[in-house]
Structure formats: structure tokens, C-alpha cells
Nanobody
């Protein structure tokens, strides 16, 4: 049973930064490409960033390009999301998961950006 535990969210002012972490247990983390996803109230879940299993390639949604940075530490079974220049529209619950087919989702971590 794979378990995903996200952390690092919080309430920040616009322009601030956060570093999200996600620890994955119960699977061979290093063999899986990973992603960060977010879901705002009343909206569909969207993919914000992905990273290959070895960490050598990353991709970002247009809305976060240049502000978000995904990375991973395979020795720690952890994927990170550095979020800079936060905007109110970044307010959402952030989740990590592998690329499809997804594992069961974790609880996510809430990011709230005040203007």
C-alpha cells in the first residue's frame, strides 16, 4: 500500500514563498515519474509540475512557469515543490502523486495566499 504524505503548506502573503514536501512510502519511488497537482475550491484538479524518475527532466503548467520548481531526492523517497512569488490564484490544496496510473491520493497540504 503506497502512502503519500504532503507537508509544508500554510498561509502566506502574495509574493511569498513556500517549500512543499511529499514523502512516499510503500513503493519503489525512484522508478516513478512524479507530479505535483492542485485543486482549488470548485475547480478541477490540475497538474502543476512533473519530474522524471531520475530528476533530469521537469515540466510546468504555463500558470506556474518561472515561479515553481519541482525536485526530488530518491534517497529520501521525497519530492519537493518550491513555490515563489505566490499569487492569490495559487490558493489550493496541493497533492503529490506519480503520473497515471495514480496511487491513492494523500491528504494534501493547503496553500492559502492572501492579497
Amino acid at each position: 500500500q503506497v502512502q503519500l504524505v504532503e507537508s509544508g503548506g500554510g498561509l502566506v502573503q502574495a509574493g511569498g514563498s513556500l517549500r512543499l514536501s511529499c514523502v512516499v512510502s510503500g513503493s519503489i519511488f525512484s522508478m516513478n515519474a512524479m507530479g505535483w497537482y492542485r485543486q482549488a475550491p470548485g475547480k478541477q484538479r490540475e497538474t502543476v509540475a512533473t519530474i522524471t524518475s531520475g530528476g533530469d527532466n521537469t515540466n510546468y503548467a504555463d500558470s506556474v512557469m518561472g515561479r515553481f520548481s519541482i525536485s526530488r531526492d530518491n534517497a529520501k523517497n521525497t519530492v519537493y515543490l518550491q513555490i515563489n512569488s505566490l499569487k492569490p490564484e495559487d490558493t489550493a490544496v496541493y497533492y503529490c502523486n506519480r503520473l497515471v496510473p495514480y496511487w491513492s491520493w494523500g491528504q494534501g497540504t493547503q496553500v492559502t495566499v492572501s492579497s
